[in-house]
């Protein structure tokens, strides 16, 4: 008999080490590594997966039996599950958590929650409830529903049915409105025309009190209207039923085709460096440092190109939401169908259809953000990642890897080249570089020789001694100019809300979320203060709770805001404002994009989302309102976020023929970090930077460790978050610095403590010994609430 080694779904130590089950025999032929099962555990059934297959022989004792196939082909890849082994080792989590986060969205769906949320449940989950081969789809139940039935909604789902008003009932319940009837009238009309049950009366009025007057039928049979209603509805001829077929497609839009440009000699040579590596067993990484509007986006496209020639494939990441509606148009116009993407703001069946494209070989370029490194790819020829040195790039729950460690993981396992590409590379990156780690490649002028933007700093410490204004003199007269020559403007405001605070100003009073060390922000458009952290929200004060004063004013901008202030000051201009607010729908993001871009408005504002990658020719003019957002923050990082968020803002400006300008707005003229973003001086910000790291003993000159424990009592975080210090200065050899426990910035979210310990070093063998023990004692100590979690190389020490 056979045994199969197996990670179950229950986060633990112990469940870190495979556990043994008996493979069945009618499932011995079909089991791989890499499929996910179903096995006893203790007393429940829990979710596994296969790592390992082995000969009973070396067993003794008894062992349990898999209950049932999830998969019925491998959904880890050998080189994933491998990956999965390094990954947990590296970022200090459980290997379950590891496999979980490489599959997409949809399938780590828990069965037991939410069956129907999952996908193509038949190519996926077929044999779940029984360990065979062919089941029962008629007879197997699963939350009372059968397998059949299951699947005839799923499809159902896939045809969208919308119902109105016949042409033949529009004008009667018009009139029947129009002349101001109350409702019993209206009931009393519709009662007389068509003698109809009250269910067809609700019917027709939810139908003609909906603006669009149009309904999807799952949305009326949510709303309680029966099946046998509608259908007679329909056959009366008082609605029209409509259906349209849903398409799952994640490119909105269907793009033309496009071929390769021709190069410059600077790109030129980028892509005859890289080429030269693809396909020749190296995993060499270059740092494709450009600045913005260099044509780093061709030199990708044609890389991959090669890549894909000599019959291999490409994984290309880019960061967030932000960039892809634009690159992924490129990249498919250039490679049509052979591209998969992958990215959070896709529904998960959306996700789950292009990671089966990308498992079955279909797809030969994947395009996504962070989780895409995952992707099941096979035989890959080039890894790219565009602007590596975005945050979004680290992942901030657990497992906390950096995509960047995992990408050159992949490179190694696939003997293939990795490009890093940014015009602000991160310090770790270009450090590297200069250490002869990493191979730099430079573009350092913009694509035509257009030149880069001209930057002025405006000091607002000045500014406010004659504008109370939150747009300098000098900003709105570049405004009012740039709309009278028809060009367009970006703002950047990196705050959402309408204001960050509001204050009592009789005694001061500002109102804290119940559940966090933080104010709550104003959010106008719904009425409240919210919690940026928990998500509290609470009705706004017109009275101040504690002195009863009605003198209540906000502070501080925000991006709702400057949205009002901006129509104020220039009615005419025409404004779009981008911010998490904005672009919770699915398709909102790409829509002001579009908008934008096909110059149907004259002003783009918002948070940071609008700095990245977009390339929009007809933008000349770039305000940065508070440069200084980033520099407040206690923390190593701030400047070179500062100066990082700077570049690409301004890199949006002047991208064309026309010479671009930009306006930075802060109170510290004089920081390095705005001064050389002035410039737009790199090289002088990396020297700067790295002689700051290195009297601080910061990364990259050290290497860090983040220790964040956190309980609902703050004495209990702060003792045993002590003892964790004292443990590790003890263990540990003198060269490691062991810095802590302090408060977090934010000591209490979600009412819960949180302290962390930092742990400097260079070398240090014992490191891993020490940090394993902290886990083990915590684990053992959790009961008591105190959560332990390991971010290693974090981002901030915030
Ligand atoms: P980056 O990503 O370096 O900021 P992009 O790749 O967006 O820059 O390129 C900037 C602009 O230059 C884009 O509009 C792009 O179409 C154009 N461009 C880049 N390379 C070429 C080329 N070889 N031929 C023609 N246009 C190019
Ligand atoms: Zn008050
Ligand atoms: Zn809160």
Redesign the pocket.
Known sequence: MQVAQIIVDVPTRQTNNPYSYLIPENLEEQIQPGMRVQVPFGRRRVTGFVIGLSDKTSFDGKLKKISSLVDLSPVITPELLKLSEWMADKTFSFKISCLQTMLPGGMRTKFKKKLLATDQIRDTYPAIFHGQNEIDYDRQKFNNKTIAEILALRKSNQIKVHYELSSHAKPILSRAYKSKLNQQQIDHVLIDVQKRAVGQRRLLKMLYEQPSQTFLQSKLLHEGVGRQVLDTAVKQGWVTETQVRRIRNPFLQPVSRSYP????ED?QTAVNRINNAIGKQTDTTFLLE?????????VYLQAMAHALSIGKTALMLVPEITLTPQIVGRIRSRFGDQVAMLHSAMSSGERYDEWQRINSGQAKVVVGVRSAIFAPLKNIGLIIM?EEHDSSYKQSDTPRYQTRDVAKWRAVYNHCPVVL?S?TPSLESRARAMKGVYQLIM?PH???NHALPHVSIVDMKDEMAHNRHILSKRLSNLITDRLEKHEQIILLLNRRGYSSFIMCRDCGYVPQCPNCDISLTMHKDTHTLNCHLCGHKEPIPTVCPKCHSKRIRHYGIGSQQLEEQVKDLFPTARVLRMDVDTTRKKGSHEAIINKFGAHKADILLGTQMIAK?L?F?EVTLVGVLNADSALQFPDFRSSERTFQLLTQVS?RSG??DKQGEVVIQTFNPDHYAIQLAKTQDYEKFYHTEMRIRHLGKYPPYYFTIKITGSSPSEKQTAYEMHQIAGFLRRYLTNKAIVLGPTPKTITRVNNRYFYQIIIKYRQEPKLKAALDDVLVKSQTKQQGGLLISIDNEPLDFM
């Open positions: 440009l021709d190069l410059n790109q450009g600045v913005t509007g260099s044509g780093k986006t061709e565009d590409g015009a573009l913009r694509f035509n990658g390339d020719p890199g991208r064309a």
